[in-house]
């Protein structure tokens, strides 16, 4: 099977960017303008105690290879970190105050969560152990998410096939699908309304003097003085920080999604289902959405690797499928494409803000697959921090990127 371009129903609808830019000096640089790019100059450009001018460099404004367009556009609190719960509180209160957030014009959409929820099923008692655990610490941070057993889940949802299935862990508040494309369109739009610069271009090199980054250079020869420099490239983290002499290992990992219809459709939705096997499927719209990662080695793919592994579907995603739930043995798929996680293979979690030597340097990297729901609270972290030179609402500190020299893991273990 050969990867499809992804449904065009979810394209954003933006203006046209210059490769220019408007000037040669700009207080925030901004490398990157898909979730986390937009996320941050919305909160730069938001923010009554910001004065300065923020420019947003993107190469492919479609976002047709970025992270933010193979999105999966899922929410949820259903983590192990506590952060991680409270960064999944604050995105889907902005999701459900959208239009608000972005100033109360009504020519914004107003986005909502559909509430289908998470279920995590476990075929053992160490997993079931694990599940419970993270469902004491949501439930310690305000999360809805409570402990079930094989006999509720069959109550609940009578499709499943359970015999190897001992508990699990439910919860569908605030959790399930949102529109995270379209989230981006209108921070962009709302962004640009407000001052931000957007331009079509790449950055090829980072001027930095001592303990500062100073400058970018452009793929079309203009230099860039900056006097913040934000790294949200996606995948590409890793080289950027390379252009400013620093280290940051992302890694790019094979994430593939399948949408299929089903001749025996089921007669509610379906949760977003995390089988023990690491395949994942959930309702997409009237059809149907099943994720999974690669066949055996989880390995590092290529930037612009979007290969598929062969016989993916036939041979690992459609029998687990059809083995959880037999009405899904009789299938159409109807749409297909492969993605990247920005895996940050230090501890899975998000490295933000300032660079511990170089002040002026701020990561937005390595969500490792959560960047669509993390991106509210990231963005709003790195503006607080070159705002105020620190986090004023919610405590990112754990995921600054200070926590490699101390050897500090944060482990996030819910990683899908």
């Known amino acids: 099977m050969k990867p499809t371009s992804k449904d065009s129903s979810w394209r954003m609808n933006l203006p046209a960017f210059d490769a220019t830019p408007k000037q040669k000096a700009y207080d925030v640089v901004i490398i990157g303008g898909a979730t986390m790019g937009a996320c941050s100059a919305w909160f730069l450009a938001s923010n009554p105690d910001f004065k300065g001018k923020v420019l947003v460099i993107e190469p492919d404004p479609t976002f047709s290879k970025a992270q933010t367009g193979a999105s999966n556009n899922c929410m949820r609190q259903q983590f192990a970190n506590p952060i991680n719960v409270r960064i999944g509180q604050f995105a889907a209160e902005f999701v459900k105050n959208f239009r608000g957030e972005l100033g109360g014009d009504p020519a914004v959409p107003e986005l909502a969560i559909r509430n289908f929820g998470y279920l995590y099923l476990s075929d053992n008692p160490g997993l079931t152990a694990v599940l419970a655990r993270d469902q004491k610490v949501q439930a310690e941070n305000g999360a809805g998410t409570r402990m079930v057993s094989r006999l509720e889940i069959a109550e609940a949802y009578p499709f499943y096939r359970l015999d190897d299935i001992e508990a699990g862990s439910l919860n569908t508040r605030d959790e399930g699908y949102y529109n995270a494309p379209l989230m981006v369109e209108w921070l962009i739009r709302k962004s640009i309304e407000r001052g931000v610069d957007y331009v079509r271009n790449s950055v090829i090199s980072i001027g930095r003097e001592g303990d500062r980054v100073t400058s970018v250079t452009l793929e079309t020869g203009e230099i860039i003085t900056a006097g913040h ?3 949200a490239a996606g995948t590409r983290a890793g080289q950027v920080a390379a252009m400013a002499g620093l280290k940051l290992d992302i890694q790019p990992k094979r994430r593939y ?5 089903a001749r025996n459709p089921l007669d509610r939705d379906l949760p977003l289902t995390i089988d023990p096997t690491g395949v994942h499927f959930r309702q997409f719209g009237d059809d149907y959405l099943v994720g999974s990662p690669p066949m055996g080695d989880d390995a590092t793919v290529g930037f612009d690797d979007f290969t598929a592994e062969e016989g993916i579907w036939e041979k690992k995603v459609h029998p687990i499928l059809s083995n959880r739930i037999p009405q899904f043995r009789d299938v159409e798929i109807v749409d297909f494409w492969m993605g990247h996680y920005d895996f940050n293979t230090f501890d899975y979690n998000v490295v933000i803000g300032p660079h511990d030597a170089v002040s002026n340097f701020h990561f937005t990297n390595g969500s490792s697959g959560h960047g669509s729901q993390q991106g509210p609270a990231v963005g709003r972290g790195v503006a607080e921090q070159i705002i105020y030179g620190g986090f004023r609402s919610l405590d990112l500190t ?10 500090e893991r944060v482990i996030e273990r819910a990683v899908i």
């Open 229 to 231: 420099i934000v790294n």
């Open 257 to 261: 999604t399948f949408i299929f219809r």
């Open 398 to 407: 754990p995921f600054l990127y200070t926590r490699f020299a101390k050897g």
